[in-house]
């Protein structure tokens, strides 16, 4: 069984650009969940889709967006790209219906931005 | 406010011997814990759960302790083994509702041969 799939796993970006990232989960599991990963700030959580539908959104920017469509894929957005979000993003997938909610991640998108 | 903390950023054990590591959190509401592993370059990886009803979880050399009075948790490793050295994240999330998981800052085990 496949894990889950992100591409591009590198990324440079100048400042000003916007990025699309994109995460391909797990056969069968319908939640995707995206966190930022930056040193000494763990994994952060930006947002969780369920059938197409964001569930929950953490506490960042509006520059920060995402979508997941029909096959379960998801893409996240980053437009007006700041050196601050220089960063490994991380896509994770599970089945999305308690109890069955642990996720499993990809290898992530190493993002730099300059 | 960071509502899982992980307040030992390095550990180093003796390969055989018993790594523990250990996870505070503040918020009771939380009533689901994970544990994932991470390489260098590499996603983390899910090692073991457990959720509120139940105190010890194991799974083979690897088991999860839960102390809900002190809002506390920790991973035993036993016996520790050069592979298992990685970064280790505890995460917590509530079981109805919010679908997300708020991770630790993450501990890093150096197990020494």
Redesign the interface.
């Known amino acids: 069984k496949a894990g889950?799939t992100?591409t591009p796993r590198y990324l440079i970006k100048t400042r000003g650009q916007q990025v699309t990232l994109s995460c391909s989960p797990i056969s069968g599991h319908r939640?995707v969940?995206w966190?930022q990963q930056t040193p000494?700030?763990?994994?952060?959580?930006l947002f969780?889709y369920?059938s197409e539908t964001q569930?929950?959104k953490?506490n960042f920017p509006g520059r920060f967006s995402g979508r997941q469509f029909s096959n379960s894929r998801s893409e996240m957005n980053v437009s007006t790209l700041e050196l601050g979000d220089s960063a490994l993003y991380?896509c994770?997938s599970s089945l999305?219906v308690?109890?069955n909610?642990?996720?499993?991640?990809?290898?992530?998108t190493r993002l730099t931005v300059v | 406010d960071q509502q899982v903390k992980q307040n030992s950023p390095s550990l180093s054990v003796q390969e055989g011997r018993i790594s523990i590591l250990n996870c505070d959190y503040t918020n009771s509401m939380f009533d689901y814990f994970l544990w994932y592993k991470k390489y260098p370059a590499e996603g983390p990886t899910f090692l073991i759960s457990i959720s509120s009803i139940k105190d010890k979880n194991e799974d083979g050399r690897f088991t999860v302790f839960l102390n809900k009075s002190a809002k506390h948790l920790s991973l035993h490793i036993v016996p520790s083994q050069p592979g298992d050295s990685a970064v280790y994240f505890c995460a917590a999330s509530t079981l109805s509702g919010t679908y997300k998981y708020i991770f630790g800052t993450g501990t890093r085990l150096k197990v020494l041969a």
């Open positions: 889950v992100q939640s969940s966190y000494g700030q763990g994994l952060q959580f969780e369920f569930r929950n953490g991380l994770a999305g308690p109890p909610t642990e996720a499993f991640f990809g290898q992530g």
